[in-house]
């Protein structure tokens, strides 16, 4: 019987000390408690931290976009040896994936990434998936390691995603963990604080988002702290952490890909009128569009968000944006049609 397919994404600040140096206690404990799951499982462990491991071999690092690519350069061996010299001992095999967001926006790509990892599997080997920082092209990056890991467990059909980060789960207002989210909505969203690590891109901001996501997608989805005792293996049983809940949203591969996998090259505001309308699988019309802050072509994939910036839908344009400026196309054109829309 075909595995499930669990993808456990951790953090820079989680797997980092103060000092930016690797932390092998968390190394081990990742390579320990993987070692009783590989078993059950076929995994991906989509790690962060080789920035964050290299940029302290740059005498002067400020951040700039060259200096983070020279830094992945350094740290990505420096993150690679440690995670195989703490699972070598557990006979557990590591190979290195180091991805770009054009392998998932190009289907064909997507599925040669795919049955590489399936060949990975059959011979027990864990690939370790990281983004291919020296050469990502700066509007083509991920938006951080949330995103690529969200993109690996939509596109494989990943039956968990495990989210560990520096804090024990999402906090409510007093500082004490939730321990599950049905729904990620506005007021769920509204939980996570602003700030973000000072060696991570993302945050709980960014979690919470592709969780959704991932959520939408029938995948669930757990965000934890590895310096939890046997953490990782207590997120698989939904025991430690914020647990999202699975919405059992059943889509097609081409929709799952449209949804997830394929580039978002705009943004579309809509009123309240045009979501009920999406709600209710209609085509988007151009009379419902409030703004339009990213521009984009026919043929295009784009997010649909209300006006408070939720995101709802992605969808494939039938026209490029700037034609929606001609006054007389304003009422009844269609910017999608419903069958190119996703709801999220």
Same mark, same amino acid.
Request: net charge neutral.
């Given at each position: 019987?075909?595995k499930?397919?669990?993808?456990?994404?951790i953090g820079s600040a989680?797997?980092t000390?103060?000092?930016g140096?690797?932390?092998?206690?968390? #190394?081990?404990?990742?390579?320990r408690?993987?070692?009783?799951v590989?078993?059950k499982?076929?995994?991906?462990?989509?790690?962060?931290?080789a #920035?964050?491991?290299g940029?302290?071999?740059l005498?002067?690092?400020?951040g700039?976009?060259?200096?983070?690519?020279?830094?992945?350069?350094?740290?990505?061996?420096?993150?690679?040896?440690?995670?195989?010299?703490?699972f070598?001992?557990?006979k557990i095999?590591?190979?290195?994936?180091?991805c770009?967001?054009?392998?998932?926006?190009?289907r064909?790509?997507?599925l040669?990434?795919?049955?590489?990892?399936?060949?990975?599997w059959?011979?027990?080997i864990?690939?370790?998936?990281?983004?291919?920082?020296?050469?990502?092209?700066?509007?083509?990056?991920?938006?951080?390691?949330?995103?690529?890991?969200?993109?690996?467990?939509?596109g494989?059909?990943?039956?968990?995603?495990?989210?560990?980060?520096?804090?024990?789960?999402?906090?409510?207002?007093?500082?004490?963990v939730i321990?599950?989210?049905?729904?990620?909505?506005?007021?769920?969203?509204?939980?996570?604080k602003?700030?973000?690590s000072?060696?991570?891109?993302?945050?709980?901001?960014?979690?919470?988002n592709?969780?959704?996501?991932?959520?939408?997608?029938?995948i669930?989805?757990?965000?934890?702290?590895?310096?939890?005792e046997?953490?990782?293996?207590?997120?698989?049983?939904?025991?430690?952490?914020?647990?999202c809940?699975?919405q059992?949203?059943?889509?097609?591969?081409?929709?799952?890909?449209l949804?997830?996998g394929?580039l978002i090259?705009?943004?579309?505001i809509?009123?309240?009128g045009?979501?009920?309308?999406?709600?209710?699988?209609?085509?988007?019309?151009?009379?419902?569009?409030?703004?339009?802050?990213q521009?984009?072509e026919?043929?295009?994939?784009?997010?649909?968000?209300?006006?408070?910036?939720?995101?709802?839908?992605?969808?494939?344009a039938?026209i490029?944006?700037?034609?929606?400026?001609?006054?007389?196309?304003?009422?009844?054109?269609?910017?999608a049609?419903a069958?190119?829309?996703?709801?999220?």
């Open positions: 019987m075909k499930p397919i669990l993808v456990l994404k989680a797997i000390t103060k000092d140096e690797i932390d092998e206690q968390i #190394v081990l404990e990742i390579a408690q993987t070692a009783q590989q078993k499982y076929n995994i991906v462990i989509v790690s962060s931290g #920035v964050a491991a940029k302290k071999y005498t002067t690092y400020s700039t976009l060259s200096e983070r690519k020279a830094a992945a350069a350094i740290g990505n061996p420096l993150l690679v040896r440690t995670y195989a010299t703490y070598k001992p557990f095999a590591l190979a290195q994936s180091l770009e967001r054009q392998h998932f926006a190009n064909d790509q997507f040669q990434l795919k049955n590489t990892y399936e060949e990975l059959k011979n027990n864990i690939p370790i998936a990281n983004e291919n920082d020296v050469v990502s092209n700066k509007e083509l990056k991920f938006s951080d390691n949330d995103e690529l890991a969200t993109l690996i467990a939509t494989f059909g990943a039956e968990l995603l495990l989210f560990s980060t520096s804090v024990p789960g999402v906090l409510d207002e007093k500082g004490n321990s599950e989210i049905k729904v990620i909505d506005k007021q769920a969203l509204a939980l996570a602003k700030e973000k000072a060696v991570g891109l993302g945050g709980m901001t960014s979690k919470l592709f969780a959704r996501l991932a959520n939408q997608m029938g669930e989805v757990v965000i934890f702290s590895m310096n939890t046997d953490g990782f293996l207590k997120a698989i049983k939904g025991e430690t952490g914020t647990r809940h699975a059992g949203k059943k889509l097609s591969s081409r929709n799952k890909w949804a997830s394929s090259a705009g943004l579309v809509v009123d309240e045009a979501i009920e309308a999406l709600k209710n699988r209609k085509s988007l019309l151009a009379v419902g569009i409030k703004s339009v802050p521009d984009f026919a043929g295009e994939v784009f997010q649909i968000a209300d006006q408070d910036g939720l995101v709802y839908a992605v969808a494939k039938k490029d944006s700037n034609s929606l400026n001609s006054s007389d196309l304003k009422k009844n054109i269609a910017l049609h069958n190119d829309i996703v709801l999220l």
